[in-house]
């Protein structure tokens, strides 16, 4: 099969779940890699070099966290997707803080799972923009996709950079949670509002103070043109 969407490298031990996320994956145009234990599957996305890569979070050897700790330390800033069995907030936080762009709980929708890493992917190949973006001490690049706080570059995953490139596209404007998802995930089911909540407060700690979002309680958020 033409695997013209590039490659998905699959961290999963359980046959059955790499199987089926291979079959998905392969049907929707992408390569697939599986490697069942952490430690194999941190050598292959060195060695690969994919273009999304799908970690469950309870892999022996090295575990999903410490995978993604580990690309993360190395400047590698592949998109990651949290595969995890755990449905409490705090692993989900706990990943997108180690850099991952955004997470499935099992069970999970292969169809669902297929449309993130489709998104991720169009977002990360997005061709190149002029438009340089400002607000306050902040600066986006669409370009070159670089981020500067104060003058400081600032590393964000392939989601960071769109939610912040979203909210920099109209200065001061509050975006709803909905608005949000639907714009920078692509996704229409807006139970995961969470989600939104998690990657600002991420962004928040990244971008340092003074604090550049601007939280409307029960609306949304907006990215104040402030110095």
């Known amino acids: 099969m033409n695997a013209d969407r590039g490659l998905v490298v699959v961290l999963e031990d359980e046959r059955a779940i790499a199987e089926m996320e291979r079959l998905y994956l392969q049907q929707a145009g992408f390569g697939v890699h599986v490697a069942t234990d952490g430690h194999a599957g941190l050598a292959d996305i060195r ?111 392939t989601t960071e950079f769109d939610l912040l490139a979203h909210l920099l596209s109209r200065p001061g404007q509050v975006f709803t949670r909905e608005q949000l998802l639907s714009a920078v995930w692509g996704m229409a089911d807006y139970s995961g509002t969470r989600t939104v909540d998690v990657h600002i407060a991420q962004l928040r700690a990244k971008l340092g103070h003074p604090d550049p979002i601007r939280t409307v309680r029960g609306v949304g958020y907006a990215i104040e043109d402030t110095a």
């Not at 890569?53 to 590698?76: H, M, N």
């Open 47 to 157: 060695r690969l070099s994919p273009v999304v890569v799908l970690v469950d979070i309870g892999l022996p050897g090295l575990d999903g966290l410490e995978v993604v700790r580990r690309l993360r330390a190395d400047g590698d800033w592949v998109p990651v997707v949290f595969v995890t069995a755990h449905d409490g907030e705090v692993d989900r936080i706990v990943g997108l803080e180690l850099g991952a762009d955004d997470y499935v709980t099992k069970p999970f929708s292969p169809r669902e799972l297929v449309a993130r890493v489709k998104g991720l992917v169009r977002r990360s190949a997005a061709p190149a923009a002029a438009t340089v973006r400002r607000a306050g001490r902040i600066e986006l690049d669409e370009g070159t996709r670089r981020v500067r706080a104060d003058g400081e570059p600032v590393e964000l995953t």
